[in-house]
Structures are given as C-alpha cells and as structure tokens.
C-alpha cells in the first residue's frame, strides 16, 4: 500500500468553496446577470432574424416588404424590440414583452373578418381583399444555443471569482 500526505493551510480553499456554496444559497444576483444576458440575445434576434432553434424566421410578404422601411422583420417602429424586459421572480427568469402583438408574432395567427366577408388592406400601393391573413410564427423569446452558453458563461465567471477570493 502506498500513501501520500498533504499538509498545509486549506484555509483559502475552504473560503473558496464556501463564496461557491454561498452562491448556490443565494443565487439572485447570478440569475440576474443571466437575466440581463438572455434580454440581451432575445433583442439580438430582431437583427438576425433567426428563431432560438437556429431556424430563419419567415420572410416577410414582397408587396408587405415593399410598402415598409427597409428594417429587419420585426422592427418597424422598433416598439416590441425595445420592450423587452428581464427579471428574476425566486429562481425563474421571465424574459418577454407586454406589447399586445408580441403573442402574434412568436406563435403566429390567422386574421379572419368578424362582420364583413374579407378584410380590406393597403399592401405594395394597391388595395387588397382577403377572406384572412395567416401571420407566420417568428419565435423570438425562447431558450437556444446561444442562450445556453451565455448561461454557462456567468456561471463559469461566478464561480472564477469565488475561486479567487479569498
């Protein structure tokens, strides 16, 4: 049998360990960090056009596209973007948007008259009769890949900072 022993002062690696233990007890300021990065990836995802799975969201209607600003999907006025907001309720995140059509534009939906026979529009310049209007999903809030590793990097500066401390 062989040993080896170890001596020394553990003192700092148990200081270590207890910042790492103390987080896990109280995670509130972790998970607002996270928070702040899971906001920051959602309103990124108006520029790139790409739903959390990493697929492309719908392309816009070419006479809808021709009567818009030449901005990216969802930002016209730049209203659901900007009212994105984050917080911490216990140990959920709640990342979303109270704006009215936020629903419609993350699940989609299908606009039918409720007292005329079709709807009547202005698209491209020409007016426009439909018996409904399929809006596509374009998912913008939801968990992806690089909600994941944005996740994994505050825990991982988390924990480098109580490592150091001492």
Known sequence: MALM??????????GALEK?????????????????????????????????????????NPAYAASRKPLPILVQSGRLRNDLSSEVRGHTIIVGSAVEYAGVHQF?????PRTK??????????????RKVVIPARPFLG??????VAVEEQLHLALELAMRAR
């Open 143 to 148: 968990f992806g890949a690089e909600d994941r």
């Open 20 to 60: 790492i233990a103390a987080i896990g007890r109280s995670p509130q300021a972790i998970l607002e960090a996270i928070a702040l990065e899971l906001e920051d990836n959602t309103r990124r995802r108006f520029t790139t056009n790409i739903a959390p799975d990493g697929s492309p969201w719908a392309p816009l």
């Open 5 to 14: 022993q170890v001596r020394g002062d553990w003192a700092p690696m148990r």
């Open 108 to 112: 989609g939906a299908t606009i039918i």
């Open 117 to 130: 026979k079709s709807l009547a529009f202005s698209m491209g310049g020409k007016m426009v009769h439909a």
